[in-house]
């Protein structure tokens, strides 16, 4: 059983920042990539940014300049630092860990305002 239990997010007021983080427990091994992704009601949820176990982060190019992903693989923990928020980066917020058994799991998701 793996558990990503997320923290952070809230309402934030346009040009502001606000910080994730993900935590992972359970049976974890040999982690491919830990990430992020966003989903608002009705539409598909979307990458936003993750790390690889070759030390590669990679950035959607909506979030590109404003939002920085940092954390250990190998201590299982991710945080998503963002900052100069706009009112379209309102969603929720789901950590993602691709596991070693060819699964990828998923935190229970948080939810960022960003009001303008």
């Known amino acids: 059983q793996v558990r990503l239990i997320q923290s952070g997010g809230g309402l934030v007021q346009a040009d502001g920042s606000v910080t994730l983080s993900c935590s992972g427990s359970g049976r974890i091994f040999a982690t491919e990539s830990m990430g992020w992704y966003r989903q608002v009601p009705g539409k598909q949820r979307e990458f936003v940014g993750k790390r690889t176990n070759s030390g590669v982060t990679e950035y959607s190019d909506s979030v590109k300049g404003r939002f920085i992903v940092s954390g250990s693989l190998a201590l299982n923990y991710l945080v998503l630092h963002m900052n100069n928020l706009k009112p379209e980066d309102t969603a929720v917020y789901y950590c993602?860990?691709?596991?070693?058994?060819?699964?990828?799991?998923w935190g229970q998701g948080t939810e960022v305002t960003v009001s303008s």
């Open positions: 993602s860990l691709s596991n070693g058994d060819f699964r990828t799991y």
